[in-house]
């Protein structure tokens, strides 16, 4: 038996790795791809709902998790644009080196 | 959800996403991570299958694991060689603790809350979607086209800097683009 409880679980689970990868990573790639099983995860927890939650438009869920995905994918094109940029023009992508605007 | 069938796959997709998802972060060499995230991609994809959320899965192959996972390989093939190992951490421990901490709050809500749960077993999400896209949600839907191409143009202006063009004292059969000295 599965139940929305097991998949909301699994979400938080990937949530939190996602988290921990986009906080302790010091590569500017690696932390985008924390940020994106965060999004990722919360994607499944919208769909866990959309399929376990009584609701008159229960479609409602699947037009969200198209909004997420879009809005990632422009997303991730722009940041690893200005990855590759910053590399251009400072010559690492350790987010420890990019400092300019620390005082 | 029921069924010897539907069970052993959500267990075996849960295991398998979030351990695709730890093996990102305990990757040795930064293209080991990408591949790891790619699985990941895969494995959530199916699990939306499981979900009844077929257009999703679709729609989450061909930009995730496709697209996605294309451009961050060309990201890393275009940054530093010796950062492509750089797998350096900060605040492990920290990161552990705040992650552990969002998760269990989600968690805990997650089992104290009174769901009203009911079983919307969709036959097929791709009709219900294109109606809803086009009437309820379809000023959203416009709006994210525009947010795709300001993206777009936003990525080409930010990478190509200088701009190329034709070189015009180069022409011949095979018409060179360089980049333009200022």
Same mark, same amino acid.
């Given at each position: 038996? +599965? ?9 938080? +689970? ?63 094109? +722009?940041?690893?644009?200005?990855? +590759? ?19 | ?5 539907? =069970? ?21 060499? &930064? ?44 990201? &890393? ?5 010796? #950062? ?17 901490? =969002? ?12 769901? #009203? ?9 791709? #009709?219900? &979607? ?22 777009? &143009?936003?990525?080409?202006?930010? =990478?190509?800097?200088?701009?190329? #063009? ?17």
């Amino acid at each position: 038996m +599965v139940s929305l409880e097991h998949f909301l679980v699994v979400g938080a +689970v990937l949530f939190g790795i996602g988290l921990w990868i986009a906080l302790s990573k010091r590569n500017a790639v690696l932390i985008l791809m924390g940020i994106e099983i965060m999004l990722n995860a919360v994607n499944l927890t919208l769909l866990a709902f959309s399929r376990f939650v009584k609701s008159p438009t229960p479609i409602a869920g699947h037009i969200f998790v198209i909004f997420v995905i879009t809005v990632a994918a422009a997303e991730a094109s +722009v940041a690893l644009a200005m990855v +590759v940029s910053v590399y251009r023009n400072r010559g690492t992508i350790d987010v420890d080196q990019i400092d300019l605007l620390r005082f | 959800m029921s069924g010897f069938g539907p =069970v052993s796959a959500f267990y075996v997709l849960a295991v398998l996403s979030i351990g695709s998802a730890l093996a990102v972060m305990a990757a040795r060499s &930064i293209i080991h991570a990408v591949l790891f995230l790619v699985l990941f991609f895969v494995s959530l994809a199916a699990m939306f299958v499981l979900l009844s959320a077929d257009f999703v899965a679709v729609a989450q192959l061909l930009v995730y694991a496709g697209a996605i996972g294309v451009l961050v390989v060309f990201a &890393i093939l275009l940054t530093p060689s010796r #950062d492509r190992r750089g797998m350096e951490t900060k605040f492990v421990g920290p990161g552990l603790l705040a992650g552990a901490v =969002v998760a269990g709050t989600v968690v805990f809500i997650a089992f104290n809350t009174n769901w #009203d749960t009911a079983s919307n077993d969709f036959p097929s999400t791709v #009709d219900a &979607i294109g109606q809803a896209l086009l009437n309820r949600w379809a000023l959203p839907f416009e709006i994210a086209s525009v947010l795709l191409i300001a993206a777009m &143009i936003g990525a080409i202006v930010v =990478v190509g800097g200088r701009g190329v #063009d034709l070189d015009t004292h180069a022409a011949g059969p095979a018409t060179r683009l360089v980049r333009r000295e200022r």
